[in-house]
Structures are given as C-alpha cells and as structure tokens.
C-alpha cells in the first residue's frame, strides 16, 4: 500500500471516530506532513519500504538536521507507534511495528519545583479555603502541604507517620523511609504549631485522636492515592501543578538557597549517598554561583 494512503487512511480514523483534542490532531498531522516529505527525498513510497533502519533514519535526521530535542522525538516516536499499531490490527501491514526496534532518545532528568510566587499563591489558596470552610478537609489538606514542603518528606514517609511518631518536646519525628528503614528527622518549630493545631482540629473532629497523622473523615489512613487526589484537587483549582515530590525538590531548593550545607540536607533528605544530593547542586547551579558572589571571602579582603 502507498505510504500517502496509509497516512490519509489513519488521520481520517484520528478525526471521524476518535475524540481527540485539536492538539493531538495537529501534533499527527505536522509529523506525517514531515515524515511524507522526507520519504519521497528518500524514495519511499510503500509501507513496506518503511523499514526500522529507514525509521532510524528519519529520526537521525529529526535529531541531527532539525535539532528536535529528545522530548520532542520521543513523542514522535510514540505518535509513529500508534500509526504502525494502526495498520497491523487493519491488515495493512504484516509482522512486528517497526518502531520497537527504536530506542527511545534519552531524556535529561529534570528536578521540577515550585518557584516561591507558586508557593505563596498555593499557600494563600488554602488558606482562604480554611478561612471561609473551616472544615476537616480544607485543615488536613492545609497541613499536608506545609508538612512536605518544611521537611522534605516522601509521599509513602507521610502517609505512615503516627501521632506516636512526633515527639512534640523534642522538635523530631520518627519516620519510615525507604526499606522502612526508621529515621528521625528534626521539625520546625513553625510546622510543630501547624501540627499541634491539627492534631487538635483531627482529635475534635473525629472524637477521638486517630492513630495516623493524616486520615479521612472516618479515621482511616489517608493513603498514597488519596494524597495524590488532594494534590490532584489543588492543581485544578489553582492551575498550578503541584504533586508531593516536587515540594520535596522545592524543600532542597530553599534550603540550598539559603546557604544550607549539603551533607546536612543529605542527611534530612535521608539519603543514602550524598552523591545523590549533590545532583541538586547541578540543577541549582546559578542558585551557587549567585550565593558564592555573595558570600566570597575576597568581598571583604581586597
């Protein structure tokens, strides 16, 4: 079958029978525009011809001549998958999706965290919630919030911490971290008075102080899911995507910023190589160059 068909043919099933956005459409219809015109360069005019060394090609081209970032490619890539996917279950084509023989392009890791305006806007947003419905929802979802972002904690580390677990004279929580390994970690004295008044607002509420920090309205333990539900909430309503990890990065960010040491926030970040936590310092590099400008001990000796 002719290449042109077999596209015509797919993007005709994409628009008529299945509701995808505008978007998607046009993210299907500039990839095939521009894999059509590199293949009759090439001279490739069936499917058929369309082999995973001729795929290679066209995304060593994508790379090399076009500059597409590896984001950018292994969208194409998955966007190509679907098309191959397409003409296999309508007999078009014989054998395997050529595809799966492409390796997806390496993708550079990322470290996503909240600038300090999406923090204070996030702050004020649940704030107001809990001034104009003080209920038990907007105070629990309050306090998961400043609770992630003044520790650093897991999502799982949260989710398991106990009553039990905070030692509210002593400013340390006992947590289970990863292999549930426990670990103590110091808290604020800020985030402690948010705590205090919770456990109180929880014990009223359910009439009685349930054993897990955090719970539903019933007393059970808010698990992984349900957390991510309120994160889930909280980005709807705000616009602002926020998840529990990315407070975790942003509490490593504010930390290094403000001239914390990095063994130390290994240790609070309960690492278990501080080879780990220095990844930080890579992706905070001009958050270092602007605090060794700062701080540089030939500003005051020359």
């Known amino acids: 079958m002719f290449l042109k068909y077999a596209i015509r043919e797919f993007l005709s099933e994409k628009k008529t029978i299945e509701n995808l956005s505008r978007a998607t459409l046009e ?9 059509m015109s590199w293949t009759e360069k090439e001279g490739i005019k069936t499917i058929q011809e369309v082999t995973p060394r001729v ?5 060593m081209y994508l790379a090399e001549e076009r500059k597409n970032n590896p984001v950018s490619l292994n969208t194409k890539r998955k966007l190509m998958s679907v098309f191959f996917n397409f003409l296999i279950s309508e007999g078009l084509l014989n054998g395997d999706n050529p595809v799966k023989q492409l390796k997806k392009a390496k993708e550079e890791k990322t470290l996503k965290t909240l600038t300090d305006e999406e923090v204070n806007s996030l702050i004020a947003w649940l704030k107001r919630q809990k001034r104009r419905n003080n209920s038990f929802y907007t105070v629990r979802d309050y306090t998961i919030f400043v609770t992630l972002l ?12 106990k009553w039990e677990d ?4 002593s400013q340390r929580a006992k947590i289970f971290g990863k292999a549930r390994k426990v670990e103590t970690i110091p808290l604020n004295s800020k985030l402690l008075s948010e705590l205090a008044l919770w456990k109180e607002y929880s014990s009223d509420s ?3 102080l349930p054993e897990y920090v955090f719970t539903n309205i019933k007393g059970e333990r808010l698990g992984e899911n349900g957390t991510k539900q309120v994160f889930k909430r909280l980005t709807n309503e705000t616009g ?3 998840s529990p990890h990315m407070l975790r990065h942003t509490f490593a960010r504010k930390f290094i910023e403000s001239g914390g040491d990095v063994s130390v926030l290994s240790k609070l970040l309960r690492h278990s190589s501080i080879k780990t936590t220095e990844i930080y310092l890579h992706y905070f590099s001009n958050t270092l160059k602007d ?6 001990p030939l500003n005051n000796l020359i």
């Open 27 to 35: 993210g299907y219809e500039l990839l095939f525009s521009d894999f």
């Open 55 to 59: 795929l290679k090609n066209y995304f």
């Open 150 to 161: 003044g520790t650093g904690m897991r999502l799982g580390e949260l989710c398991n911490l």
């Open 166 to 169: 905070i030692d509210f004279s």
């Open 206 to 208: 359910l009439g009685k």
């Open 240 to 242: 602002i995507k926020v």
């Open 291 to 296: 605090m060794n400008e700062a701080h540089n």
